[in-house]
């Protein structure tokens, strides 16, 4: 059976959060297993793949700076909580008989490699899963602007944020039941209405480069497979301004 694949080249972004389930602390080894699955079965499919994972389910250096601390400080304690989930996932994708790469913006070479960019992309070349763990290494930076960034310096065809739902829409579709999803969006929507997709930074980032991002649920199992065809739930947000008012 042909299995056609739209996107051959890609970076999926996944929150902290994503990886602690229903949990309020920490790892649902059965969703981290189930995401580990989805990216071989794309690697298995020929698409080169490469991750960035954040650090919300340990740590967040927003949160722990509303106590007080100092906000460097606690973006670094941040940025190490990613390294833990980026070793996490790397296990569990390697228990799927998938060599897989975690490379670290803040050196720490007893446990990873560091980032060095024509590393990363050899071992891409060589059909290894990359994971980039410690954001980009600095403070007062998230992980969706390290996903932007590992994106564009990775030459990926698009990057894909796995979140807890399927997509952009007018409003927090939690709390008001009325938010309408969109097909597409441009950046400057998205900018202008504060649409929380990803920070600002991330955004002008990603439109600057023209790197198209497409948000959907990782929650599903298989979804990553079916964004990468081309097909299931998501949102394209993309420089074209001619789909704002593209509303599902």
Do not use: W
Not at 104 to 122: F, L
Not at 140 to 162: H, Y
Not at 196 to 207: H, P
Not at 224 to 246: C, F, K, M, P
Request: aromatic share 6%; hydrophobic share 40%; with cysteine.
């Amino acid at each position: 059976m042909i299995i056609d694949i739209k996107y051959k080249k890609v970076l999926l972004k996944l929150s902290g959060e994503v990886l602690m389930g229903e949990k309020s602390f920490g790892h649902d080894f059965d969703v981290v297993n189930r995401i580990a699955k989805d990216i071989v079965t794309a690697h298995n499919l020929g698409v080169s793949i490469c991750v960035v994972v954040g650090g919300g389910n340990i740590y967040r250096g927003a949160n722990l700076s509303g106590t007080g601390m100092e906000q460097a400080s606690a973006d670094y304690i941040g940025m190490l909580a990613t390294i833990i989930n980026a070793l996490t996932l790397q296990n569990a994708i390697e228990n799927l008989d998938v060599s897989c790469r975690v490379m670290s913006a803040i050196p720490m070479a007893t446990i990873c490699e560091p980032y060095i960019r024509r590393k990363a992309m050899r071992h891409l070349e060589k059909r290894r899963v990359v994971i980039f763990a410690a954001g980009t290494g600095n403070p007062f930076f998230t992980t969706d602007t390290a996903a932007t960034l590992r994106s564009i310096e990775m030459g990926c065809e698009v990057l894909l944020k796995g979140t807890q739902v399927n997509g952009v829409y007018s409003d927090d579709p939690k709390l008001n039941k009325d938010s309408k999803k969109y097909e597409k969006i441009s950046f400057n929507k998205v900018i202008r209405n504060n649409l929380k997709v990803m920070d600002t930074s991330a955004i002008s980032l990603a439109r600057d480069n023209n790197l198209p991002i497409i948000v959907f649920s990782i929650k599903k199992d298989g979804s990553l497979i079916d964004v990468i065809q081309g097909r299931g739930e998501y949102t394209i947000v993309n420089a074209d301004s001619s789909d704002d008012e593209n509303i599902l």
